[in-house]
């Protein structure tokens, strides 16, 4: 006997009967009598029926009336599949006392329409004489306002199926409307965020406590805090972060966006916002429901500031809504911005926007979570690891992360596509991405520079300067714990002196190239501009752009031409930009903007880190910025520059010695063409030294000072 | 020996069962007529219900008797209370037929549960020229059962009217006609059984 029967659609008499048409010989062969229950696995679902013969007692055929199924939007799947009898499953039939039920009804509008009592026993009837199981949706077909029911519970909950009869009671848990229930289930994909949990629970708590607690609010006699602010650097994830904790609390997330809001009629923004906030108040009475404003700096600028009338009075109108006269809805509002200050202040006041969260470019250990939740998903190979690649990329924001895990996939499956292997992403991978992507905060303007990577074996002599470059700028960097631990101080800034043409400034691209550090170089031309105060903006930003993307190494290349000293006469400009150098190098606090997590340290043998560690690691973490100065002529700077705890450590490099011409020639790769001796000792007779005695001297002189003190 | 006893005593319990069944259509049907000419004068009253709220009788001759609007309202709302309740005593005969015809299937489905072993699966299908199987006839049974039951849920809905939706019921005896067209295979359906089965021999 074949086992395999064809899926027929179901004929129109069947329609909400949850009859299954069987013939005999399937009937008797899954033991089955008339009008018993049988639960049909299929791929999009299971469907539970009854057991009835078709009515032309032909074998080899089914049919179903999918009235009560799993799927819980169940589309008619008539396609012509084959369905085998093993699929079919035999239940027993228990008699129920009581079921529980969830009721959809068509739209919100109905469900104000319709009385308990009429839904009560809409439901009654659609259960009556019908076979449930839990987690089952019966759909309603016609025109009636239930539009399907999803069936919680039922009780006796013993293994078969549950029949509704004249005695059981039948309890509906919750009503809500078809729009609420297909938003609940398209959300099938759930997006993850790492990295920010104590955001995210903070949002959390805002949207469920008077969800799950109206009780104790009510006696507490307050109103929960409905405002959030999310401050942070583009990229981020503060929208991101907004979805997944609305998706996760089962919320209605309705957005605004400001170019959104503006209309061309004058009162047409103001119309709009207004719309939007009663929509998101309709839904908010069925449910929670969340709005979340995106770059709101854009919306509410600062009154006042522009003369500009239509939008102070969009403004206004925000104020109002979120905390007027006529505000009484149970939404929870939270905002997203990159610019705070640029927001009027009357926004940020509690009752409106009681709560502010700074969110910041992400540390290590937050890069790495990141890394790990965006690579669970790809085909990786082993020798991939999250650390390594947190590790590498210094100053980047979750949209970069992203960014270079796309890359990389794309680069696996071009590869993939021209050698035919299989497509797995390597390491190779990666770093051809990081290289492709960079940050986000580096790439406004000033101070990227691109350079060949300098080895440190490239650079010929100097071994005792190449020790303390390596002992003053990579170890801080690298390991801030362990000069905790000595108790020492870090040093800050390194300052390279010595007669011009001496391998400095390849000193510092080797020292760039050696440690894994954002790089950023500022010249004069960059920070003098005709502006007043421009310079000194720049220079801010230089270091806030450094400090954002920690460890970072600043160099002020010939910085005797930017910073004159204080003593002179002085262009105003030179003693401007010295006052911001001193105070970027040595000056009081954090920037509550600029706040990012604390890495945690752990001590030796485990210890856990206690309250004033933590802060010291946090400064730490602030502290992880290195100047590196150049200049020919360290006379001419101010003395409250080279004071220990600004740029303390003086390193003279010295013009090259004998061995140090040789290295270096050697290096230089002219092992193609043979050079001899004789042209060398030609070329050095006509060339001459650029330096004089007298300029050696002085230098000896200074070098021997500085040694000494 | 068995099995003929089993399908026997299920065969008699079937024919009673239509016999029951075929009084309590004539009942169903003999209620729904008699509703129809009070759906209609629901309608009616409601109909002047509305014009009496929308007429001005100030500007008028009738301006000299005293609230005359409201006295006229009264006494329609009043014939209209009275309607309502003739309505509902055709309900209630609805609702009897109703429980009975779910008392009666109930009770047929019970023997054949009690009796389905012994009958077998064959004897369930077995259909001859002069009676269909077993199977056909509880069929029918459960679709009589549910179409009673929705009919009654229905037209008892449709019933609930208030004053303020007066416009609804003046709709409401093409509603309530709708009803019987809808469900006219139904109708048919219960026609075909009962021609069938007067023609039958057990």
Redo the contacts between chains.
């Keep these: 006997m074949e086992t395999d029967l064809k899926l027929l659609p179901p004929s129109t008499e069947d329609q909400g ?1 949850q009859r299954c048409r069987l013939g ?1 010989k399937a ?2 062969l899954l033991g089955v ?3 018993y229950p049988v639960v049909i696995s299929l791929p999009g679902g299971s469907y539970l029926c009854t057991a ?2 078709r ?1 032309d ?1 032909c074998d080899g055929y089914l049919q179903l009336d999918a009235m009560c199924s799993t799927t819980q939007l169940p589309n008619s799947n008539s396609k012509n599949s084959s369905v085998s009898v093993t699929r079919l499953k035999h239940l027993m039939s228990v008699k129920l006392r009581k079921v529980t039920v969830k009721v959809v009804l068509r739209d919100l509008e109905v469900k104000q329409r319709t009385s308990s009592w ?1 839904v009560h ?2 439901v009654k ?1 659609v259960l ?2 019908l076979y449930v199981l839990p987690q089952y949706t019966v759909t309603v077909t016609g025109d009636s306002p239930v539009v399907n029911l999803v069936v919680l519970g039922m009780d006796p909950l013993e293994n078969g199926a549950g029949l509704v009869t ?1 005695k059981t009671t039948v309890h509906i848990e919750e009503t809500t409307t078809l729009e609420w229930q297909r938003h609940t289930l398209q959300d099938a994909e759930r997006c993850v965020v790492a990295g920010i949990d104590d955001i995210c629970a903070s949002l959390r708590e805002m949207i469920n406590l008077p969800l799950h607690y109206p009780e104790t609010m009510s006696k507490l006699g307050l109103s929960c805090p409905k405002g959030l602010l999310l401050v942070g650097p583009p990229g981020v994830g503060k929208t991101l972060l907004v979805r997944a904790v609305a998706r996760e609390a089962g919320a209605h997330l309705v957005s605004i966006s400001g170019p959104a809001i503006h209309g061309s009629r004058p009162g047409e923004g103001e119309e709009n916002l207004r719309n939007i906030f009663e929509k998101a108040g309709g839904i908010s009475r069925s449910g929670p429901c969340l709005l979340f404003i995106d770059e709101i700096d854009s919306l509410c600028p600062k009154r006042g500031a522009s003369e500009n009338a239509p939008e102070n009075r969009i403004v206004a109108q925000l104020l109002t809504l979120m905390d007027g006269i006529h505000s009484d809805h149970q939404m929870a509002i939270v905002a997203a911005t990159n610019r705070p200050d640029a927001l009027d202040p009357a926004l940020r006041r509690p009752g409106r926007f009681d709560r502010e969260v700074v969110i910041g470019v992400p540390t290590l250990a937050q890069r790495k979570a990141i890394l790990e939740v965006l690579t669970s998903n790809m085909p990786v190979c082993d020798d991939v690891s999250a650390a390594e690649m947190a590790d590498m990329t210094v100053g980047y924001v979750g949209a970069d992360l992203t960014a270079m895990c796309r890359e990389a996939a794309m680069q696996a499956v071009l590869q993939a596509h021209q050698d035919g292997a299989d497509g797995r992403i390597s390491k190779a991978h990666f770093y051809e991405a990081f290289r492709k992507i960079r940050p986000s905060s580096a790439r406004s303007g000033v101070g990227q520079v691109e350079f060949k990577p300098v080895q440190w074996e490239q650079i010929g002599g100097l071994d005792d300067v190449k020790m303390h470059l390596k002992q003053s700028i990579e170890w801080p960097l690298k390991y801030p714990d362990a000069f905790i631990r000595m108790g020492l101080t870090l040093p800050k800034g390194v300052l390279l002196y010595g007669p011009p043409g001496c391998a400095k400034t390849t000193l510092v691209k080797a020292v760039a190239t050696g440690c894994h550090c954002s790089f950023l170089s500022v010249s004069g031309a960059d920070l003098f501009s005709p502006f007043v105060g421009d310079s000194e903006k720049t220079l801010a930003q230089i270091f806030r752009q450094a400090r954002a993307s920690t460890p970072a190494i600043v160099f002020l290349d010939e910085i005797d031409a930017i910073i004159g000293s204080r003593s002179d006469h002085g262009s105003g400009v030179q003693e401007r930009i010295l006052s911001v150098l001193l105070n970027e190098l040595d000056g009081v606090g954090l920037k509550t903007i600029e706040r990012r997590a604390c890495d945690k340290v752990l001590l030796e043998g485990g210890h856990g880190v206690d309250q004033d560690d933590k802060l010291e690691f946090q400064e730490v973490v602030n502290k992880s910025v290195m100047i590196v100065a150049a200049t020919n002529r360290p006379d001419v700077l101010d003395n409250a520059l080279m004071r220990p705890g600004r740029l303390d450590k003086l390193l003279y490099v010295p013009p090259p010695d004998e061995k140090a011409a040789l290295l270096s020639l050697h290096t230089s790769g002219l092992q193609a063409t043979s050079v001899k001796m004789e042209h060398f000792q030609k070329s050095l007779q006509s060339m001459k030294p650029s330096l004089t005695v007298q300029d050696l001297e002085v230098y000896e002189k200074l070098c021997g000072k500085s040694r000494k003190g | 020996m068995s099995e003929k006893v089993s399908s026997g005593s299920l065969v008699q319990s079937l024919r009673r069962c239509f016999d029951v069944l075929e009084q309590q259509q004539k009942e169903w049907k003999f209620a729904i007529q008699e509703c129809d000419p009070l759906v209609t004068t629901l309608s009616n009253l409601s109909d002047q219900l509305q014009a009496c709220q929308k007429v001005n009788l100030q500007n008028g001759p009738l301006s000299e008797f005293p609230d005359l609007q409201d006295r006229l309202q009264y006494k329609l709302k009043a014939a209209m209370e009275v309607t309502l309740e003739k309505l509902n005593d055709k309900l209630s005969i609805l609702q009897k037929v109703r429980d009975a015809v ?1 008392l009666l299937v109930g009770s047929v ?1 019970y023997v ?2 009690v009796n ?2 012994n009958i077998g ?2 004897g ?2 077995s259909r001859t020229a002069h009676s269909p199987s ?3 006839m ?2 029918w049974l ?2 009589i ?2 179409h009673y ?2 009919q009654y ?1 229905v037209r ?2 449709l019933l ?1 009217v208030r004053y303020d939706q007066l416009s609804e019921i003046k709709n409401l005896p093409q509603h309530w006609n709708r009803l019987d067209d809808k469900s006219s295979s139904k109708q048919l359906v219960e026609g075909i059984i009962f021609n069938f089965f007067l023609n039958f021999i057990f």
């Design positions: 009967t005999p009937m008797s009598k008339i009008g009835w013969p009515r007692l009429t026993e809409l009837d009556r004489n004249a | 779910s489905f054949y549960e389905a072993d699966l064959e369930s299908l077993i199977a056909d509880l069929e459960q679709d059962e549910k039951r929705n849920l008892k809905l609930q």
